[in-house]
């Protein structure tokens, strides 16, 4: 085979590639406007009014999410005090006292331990980021569920924005948006991903909306 016949070769698998990529971002976008339509608005109205209760009473709001969750948790926990005015924390926003249970005490019981360190009460509200929601049975994020599990007996409110068939968390939950699963392939970024949407959703929502945000107050 010539040099040309090589570049045109290159070339051609070149093009084939891109309309590929072409085919699945087209594909992804689409999937991304599924999962929009098939959000459940009531349930996530029903956690607007659990939240703004916990902000009238006095409470805490307390975020927990490991992996990707735990970093929408850290932006979460910003918008929630900066933008709606809440007293607001994620455990895994301290790393020290994170890494230090769990060599002590074990992963499993990591939050659960960091919530009665904080003297977490009724008033309080645990909110769950998480692509499952938590299954001890299959192991997955024991350390949600232990958590839910301390939150009911003291009494807080749970409200959950999670995937798939949203696990422990939609099972105990005062209120669970559940990111619907449209691509077995893609339910991890797509529950990441609306994480974000419901959140922002909520801090920009009338009954909790407090404080103007930065780029809407410019002109």
């Not at 339509?37 to 409470?59: F, M, P």
């Not at 919530?115 to 692509?131: K, N, P």
């Not at 499952?132 to 049975?137: P, Q, Y």
Request: charged share 20%; proline share 2%; aromatic share 6%.
């Amino acid at each position: 085979m010539g040099r040309n016949s090589s570049i045109t070769s290159a070339s051609e698998s070149g093009v084939v590639a891109q309309s590929l990529g072409l085919d699945f971002v087209r594909e992804y976008l689409d999937e991304v406007r599924r999962v929009t339509d098939g959000l459940d608005a009531e349930e996530i109205e029903r956690a607007s009014v659990v939240l703004a209760d916990t902000r009238q009473r006095g409470g805490r709001l307390f975020v927990l999410g490991v992996g990707g969750s735990a970093s929408n948790a850290s932006h979460l926990v910003n918008d929630f005090r900066k933008i709606a005015g809440f007293e607001a924390y994620a455990p895994t926003d301290n790393v020290s006292e994170l890494t230090a249970r769990t060599n002590d005490e074990g992963w499993a019981t990591v939050f659960e331990s960091w919530l009665a360190g904080s003297r977490l009460r009724s008033e309080d509200t645990i909110l769950v980021l998480s692509v499952g929601g938590g299954n001890l049975e299959k192991n997955v994020s024991p350390n949600l569920v232990k958590a839910l599990e301390y939150a009911r007996l003291v009494g807080a409110s749970i409200v959950g924005i999670v995937g798939r068939d949203g696990g422990y968390t939609a099972r105990v939950a005062d209120a669970c948006v559940i990111v619907p699963t449209v691509s077995d392939a893609h339910v991890t970024p797509h529950a990441e991903a609306f994480q974000g949407i419901v959140w922002h959703l909520l801090v920009s929502h009338p009954a909790l909306k407090q404080a103007q945000t930065k780029w809407e107050s410019v002109r």
